[in-house]
């Protein structure tokens, strides 16, 4: 570095005419010492530096704007600048010390929170590139901040009025309206804090399923810390043996430490499902199963009117003989649109008296004493029809209640889509419907069929391309509304006749393609002491001693279909059973109701009120089950499908990881051995050896269907001491306790 000339300074100044004047500075802000303290700071334009020269070996304080030099140089030697620097960090240390003793003794109405980078970073961790934040000290700290929100909020706002011109009515009441809100809101949230935690969040209001909804805490700690790991919201259990399996859908707290080779693993949770499994068998799946009464099938089976219902026992009571006259050539089946379809979806009106000769509804009048279905049945289709305005969907609202009907009690409004036929099976003798899914309870569920009785044709409901686009020059290429019979509406209302028309005969067995090869079905009574018996302790003397099999009609038959009960389930495809669903139906409506109570009881009043469980088919599930005393009849067999290297584990969007496969005691490997659909909970068996061994397989997963129903208390700790690679010592401890939904607890049934 070259060494800086000292010139004269030739240029004179003129007298300060301040009355108090401002003297600039004539050497370095370090040395200089007759600096007024009042005087207005350097600006940010000025560059101050120190620098070394080797020659002389002194140091310079260099101040520069730009390139050129400011102010002359001060040169010190290396004594002096040691001295400075003694001083300045002195300086420093008795300021900072000065400023800790105010912040103890002053009072803040709000204190602040100052974060420094070294605490942040050492519990959070530091990250490449985060953003940097200038505090007012003019030091960087980096906040290590990310976070990336996504999503929508939709907001539906309205009015929704009507006018009634119906004379009948008071002038105030003819007129009614109001605001008509609705929010909707969907988002996922990736949040991070340093290299450590993350907060993966995401929630959606029309989720079908809450456990869809999710919401973690994600800590990670290093390598040489002791906490290893904390987890808090969604979590899973992991377990390395066989005899405790792991857990999926977890909701709580779990944490890992480590000190030296001994890990220490802790969890407290809600457990949001329930362990099952399922055997696969010489290449069909086979497996045990147990119902409870009120297992059946909700929002799923339905019969088409209530002619089919009237009639639902005559027609089964002499299978393989079906004692109908009806057969049903042609059916539209059509649900509320909550897919999003395009095609096969418009406006329609499903009306509960639509068909019936006994209308409900007495603004609705019989027209004919034939109790078979029709659209002349009642007055109803012919009011419908009369006007081409009720076709319009923004009229057909006002007109049904001019006429007295009600929405949901009466009809239903509102889009939908054509199912496929493969979304459903219908019997076209008896009468009934099953949907290959459970219908959400807000859900409408409306039909047109065609039906032939004695070489007539009878229509209920309009098929979809009998009532094409509109074409009024006004309203050209609407589609008009669409008039079918209602089967169900968006609230279970049970003193409606419609309720009547969900079947609540038909089970479940969870097996995907039933086969009548090991089918065995055995309905048993169990008495209060925990015994299980095939007959009614006490019935009347007709039946006296018979099984429940032959009392309720499911064992008249022998295996060569002659009429000789022989002890087994009869087997009638399409009827008792419906194979491809792995269902079955029994041929009575209410079989421990008011049709127990035919067959077993009549004539015995105080043993009907003993035995008959009529709650379960005029009350609604959640209310039924209350009733503890009387649901002592359980279904108990084996079934096995119908063969192949698929099962089916009768349960759908099962948790990611959830599934354990096994054969043989050895697990197979996921995406090697087996595939799994979560959606549709289907597993099946890629490795061809497995099957042609005959080797067992066992299915272990977990099933949400009671999730937010079923309370299950989880605790889990895991003591891991790794010794070297290859040794290493385990020892895990789970407590499951369970809450009931009721107070009463079924026998058999009783919490963990």
Excluded at 543 to 568: F, T
Excluded at 623 to 635: G, K
């Amino acid at each position: 570095m070259a060494s800086f000339a000292q010139t004269k300074d030739t240029i004179s100044a003129k007298k300060d005419s301040l009355r108090f004047p401002i003297s600039d500075r004539r050497g370095d802000r370090f040395t200089y010492q007759n600096r007024n303290p009042f005087d207005i700071k350097d600006t940010s334009f000025i560059k101050q530096k120190i620098e070394y020269d080797p020659k002389t070996n002194s140091y310079f304080i260099v101040e520069k704007i730009g390139n050129t030099i400011y102010r002359k140089p001060t040169s010190l030697t290396f004594e002096e600048y040691y001295a400075l620097q003694n001083k300045l960090n002195e300086d420093a240390y008795f300021k900072e010390r000065a400023n800790a003793l105010t912040l103890l003794n002053q009072k803040q109405k709000a204190p602040k929170l100052n974060v420094y980078n070294s605490l942040f970073d050492r519990i959070f961790g530091a990250k490449d590139g985060a953003k940097q934040d200038t505090g007012k000290n003019g030091k960087k700290n980096a906040l290590n901040i990310d976070i990336k929100p996504q999503g929508s909020v939709d907001i539906m706002a309205g009015y929704q009025g009507q006018k009634t011109l119906n004379p009948t009515l008071p002038e105030a009441a003819r007129k009614n309206g109001g605001f008509d809100f609705n929010m909707n809101t969907n988002f996922n949230v990736n949040a991070n804090i340093g290299d450590k935690l993350k907060l993966p969040i995401s929630y959606n209001t029309l989720a079908n399923f809450d456990y869809l909804n999710q919401l973690k805490l994600d800590y990670k700690g290093k390598d040489d810390e002791i906490i290893k790991s904390i987890e808090a919201g969604n979590m899973s259990w992991q377990s390395k043996g066989t005899l405790i399996p792991s857990s999926q859908n977890l909701f709580g707290l779990k944490t890992q430490l480590q000190f030296g080779k001994l890990f220490l693993t802790g969890a407290i949770a809600t457990q949001r499902s329930q362990r099952q499994s399922q055997t696969l068998k010489g290449g069909a799946s086979s497996t045990t199963f147990q119902k409870k009464l009120d297992d059946y099938e909700e929002n799923r089976h339905f019969l088409m009117g209530q002619y089919f219902r009237n009639n639902f026992n005559t027609t089964m009571a002499k299978l393989p003989f079906v004692n109908s006259q009806v057969q049903v050539q042609r059916i539209e089946v059509w649900v509320t649109n909550r897919t999003g379809a395009t095609t096969d979806a418009r406006d329609i009106v499903g009306l509960m008296d639509l068909g019936e000769n006994q209308p409900y509804n007495p603004a609705n009048q019989s027209l004919t004493t034939n109790t078979l279905p029709a659209n002349g049945a009642n007055n109803l289709y012919s009011f419908l029809t009369s006007d081409p305005n009720n076709r319009n969907p923004s009229q057909i609202n006002s007109r049904l209640l001019a006429r007295g009907l009600t929405p949901v009690n009466d009809y239903e409004k509102t889009f939908a889509r054509k199912l496929n036929t493969n979304e459903y099976f219908f019997n076209p003798q008896a009468g009934f419907l099953s949907l290959s899914g459970q219908l959400q309870p807000d859900e409408v569920l409306a039909v047109a069929y065609q039906y032939t009785n004695n070489g007539r044709v009878y229509q209920v409901g309009e098929f979809s391309q009998d009532v094409a686009l509109d074409t009024n020059k006004n309203t050209s290429g609407v589609q008009k509304v669409l008039f079918l019979k209602l089967l169900k509406a968006t609230s279970a209302r049970t003193i409606l006749p419609i309720w009547k028309l969900m079947m609540k005969n038909v089970y479940s067995l969870d097996v995907f393609g039933l086969s009548k090869d090991g089918f065995q079905l055995n309905v048993l009574y169990q008495e209060p002491s925990g015994g299980l018996k095939r007959y009614l302790p006490e019935a009347a003397p007709s039946v006296d001693g018979k099984s429940l099999l032959n009392v309720l009609g499911l064992d008249r038959l022998n295996s060569r279909n002659d009429p000789q009960p022989d002890g087994i389930y009869d087997y009638v495809e399409g009827f008792t059973v419906l194979s491809q669903q792995g269902k079955i139906v029994f041929p009575v409506l209410e079989p421990f109701g008011s049709d127990l109570a035919r067959l077993a009881f009549t004539g015995f009043p105080a043993l009907q009120q003993k035995y008959v469980y009529q709650q379960l088919y005029d009350s609604i599930k959640a209310i039924a089950q209350t009733y503890a005393n009387l649901d002592r009849f359980v279904m108990q067999g084996q079934a096995k499908g119908s063969g192949g290297s698929e099962i089916y584990l009768g349960a759908s969007n099962i948790p990611q990881g959830s599934v354990k496969v096994s054969a043989g005691g050895q697990n197979l490997i996921e995406g090697v051995d087996f595939s799994i659909d979560y959606n549709l909970g289907t597993v099946r068996i890629l490795n061809q050896a497995i099957l042609n061994s005959g080797v067992p397989v066992n299915v272990s997963y977990e099933n949400n269907a009671q999730f937010g129903l079923q309370q299950r208390g989880f605790l889990g700790l895991r003591a891991e001491y790794i010794a070297n690679k290859k040794l290493q010592f385990g020892a895990s401890m789970v407590r499951l306790n369970e809450r009931p939904f009721f107070t009463k607890v079924n026998i058999g049934e009783d919490p963990i």
